[in-house]
């Protein structure tokens, strides 16, 4: 049985959380509002206060009682502590005109969360998922996580915007605390989970809690998970919702969503995020920065000026499934706890169980989600730079140029996967590998903004940085002895140099090569010698076509996808594609038309991407992240998402 304590032992509690070191972090009033903020003791809990929460409302309101925890959920979750809404990750000098990385330490204090309510107490789990258990650990989170004391308290009066029981994260707090506490009027049941709860229960004035107390605090438990103001039907739900992307419903809430973001900076889980470099008043130091974002701004889906999500519908439909669909996939959970803040802070009251329950009863077939991956984790977070020398540049076009590296020490990559550069003070981008011979590492970019035109102005003896490789590769081996396609669109052509490279060397492993490049006129050809020479040699068939030609091109003219009709091709044969999407788009319907089974193409992605290693959300892509689970993915696992509008 738990034991309990007098709620005016409460400041007790406080005291020996002080005593042990822990900056105290529990609910207060503050600006009209039920906060969590650093206490001094616990008469500055919100003793007799509750809030009253509908669509686009919440106010405060006295109690008939002294109740500390009558309340239900205010602005603020508890992964502002966690999860800083920014916070320096890391920090470059120049010594010597030679660029220092270095990852900016956590020392930040040891947290004592008071009050945490189930459906929070899931959302800390669920984050601890995002940024502890992927292929990329976040060093930093995991800090602070490791710091926290957890003290939980079981709900037992539910708001009207409630459906935790609906989620399975309340309103019992169950999960990974220290202490939990259950307030029956004027005394609490404590219950420690961990070696840290138990010490401090045996230093409080604690009596046995008695069957009858326990019997009472059950059913307030039950009965605040039967008076929940909102349910969710999460029955099949992921598969529900992506089944219906075309229902008109998601057009009706466009309709009224202000694309402001207060949902997703209102929520305990939601954890996009952007990253950028900016000067420290010295000058001789800059810093990288992580900053909270949304996946409601225009930027979070824009990349070379062009938005994946330009309008409100996309930008809804986006987060919805993310919450409610996609994120099972990625995490192996639901991304929602059922706490109500957003509907509470909506401007315009937009309902997220109205919204989906209503979509998820559309006419749409389920659409099976794929199930979850499993990563091997790395204890670093890939975000410090390594110094590299530009070893030379070669302009390719006219805004296209090949930046060839000194290799970094024990530096490996697959064919496929990219780096991310860097320039003190620009920031860093995604680049993929264009070739490397052992000693060197060729990157091919085009100019097109800030960062790639100054990466495009770089000089022999330049030093920059390089994090990576990061992402999936071609699957080289999986090609041996089978007839191989690769058609590549304008810039497109970079990512699959390496791997035409490898099975040129390679001819007895892969005896039936071929190569259909397209791009828009003639002066837009990359690589041009070497792409002769694969054209005269006898090893790979390669063909060119360009959109335009001028006077002096004798060649092909056309779309790539022009070449693809020639001749009928293999449908056990593996076909790599990369280029712009729409080109990929058509020629994808050529390969199906043509009865080319989705599990023998591959294609290569394109995203927005800042951090590279899955913990940023902003090359979000349905249930995968293109940084981690791409950018190569086989047809089939995209096919149901490629080419549809918000994705």
Known sequence: MPERIAATEL???????????????????????????????????????????????????????????????????????????????????????????????????????????????????????????????????????????????????????????????????????????????????????????RSLMDRL???????????????????????????????????????????????????RCLSCGNCTMACPTCFCSNITDTSILSGDETARERSWDSCFTADHSTIHGAQFRPDVK????????????????????????????????????????????????????????????????????????????????????????????DLPDGYQHGHGQFNMLSLPGVGDVPISVSGSNGQALEHTLRDVGKATGALADLVTGDVLGLRGPFGTAWPIEEA??????????????????????????????????????????????LFSRELLGWIQNSRVRAHVTVDRGDSSWDGNIGVVTKLIRRKRLPKDGLYFLCGPEIMMHFALAELLADDVPEKNIYVSMERNMKCAVGLCGRCQYGPHFVCKDGPVFRYDQISDIFGKSGF
């Open 480 to 525: 041996v002895g089978r007839s191989v396609v690769l058609i590549a669109g304008g810039i497109g052509l970079a990512p699959l140099r390496s791997v035409l490279r490898e099975m040129i060397a390679r001819h007895d492993d892969f005896p039936h090569l071929r190569l259909l490049y397209g791009t828009r006129t003639p002066n837009d050809i």
């Open 314 to 405: 996309s930008r809804y439909q986006q987060w919805l499934t993310h919450k409610l669909a996609t994120w099972t996939s990625q995490f192996g959970t639901s991304g929602c706890v059922g706490c109500g803040r957003c509907i509470a802070w909506c401007p315009v009251g937009i309902d997220i169980t109205e919204e989906a329950n209503a979509i998820a009863a559309g006419p749409g077939h389920p659409a099976p989600l794929p199930e979850p991956k499993q990563y091997e984790a790395r204890e670093n977070d890939g975000q410090v730079p390594v110094p590299v020398r530009v070893a030379s540049v070669v302009r390719e076009t006219h805004d296209t140029v090949t930046l060839t590296l």
């Open 11 to 197: 400041n007790s509690l406080v005291s020996l959380l002080q005593a042990d070191g822990y900056r105290v972090i529990a609910p207060t009033i503050r600006d009209g509002a039920i906060v969590y903020d650093e206490i001094a003791s616990a008469g500055e809990l919100p003793v007799g206060w509750t809030d009253d929460q509908a669509p686009g409302e919440y106010r405060l309101r006295r109690r008939d009682d002294s109740a500390a925890f009558g309340y239900v959920v205010g602005p603020h979750s508890w992964k502002q502590f966690l999860f800083p809404a920014r916070e320096q990750l890391v920090t470059l000098r120049v010594r010597d005109k030679q660029p220092e990385w270095s990852a900016v330490a956590d020392e930040g204090p040891a947290y004592a969360f008071v009050g945490v309510r189930g459906c929070d107490l899931a959302a800390i789990e669920i984050q601890d998922t995002v940024f502890t258990k992927g292929p990329f650990v976040d060093g930093r989170y995991r800090a602070r996580r490791d710091r926290c004391l957890i003290i939980a308290v079981n709900c037992t009066e539910a708001g009207d915007l409630c459906f935790c029981a609906s989620m399975g994260t309340g309103p019992r707090a169950d999960g990974d605390y220290d202490l939990r506490l259950t307030e029956v009027g004027d005394e609490l049941l404590v219950e420690a989970a961990s070696a840290r709860g």
């Open 205 to 255: 004035p604690t009596q046995a809690g008695g069957e009858a107390l326990q019997v009472q605090a059950d059913q307030a438990i039950t009965q605040c998970g039967d008076a929940m103001g909102r349910s969710l039907n999460v029955t099949d739900l992921p598969a529900k919702l992506m089944g219906n992307l075309e229902h008109p419903r998601w057009q009706d809430v466009a309709e």
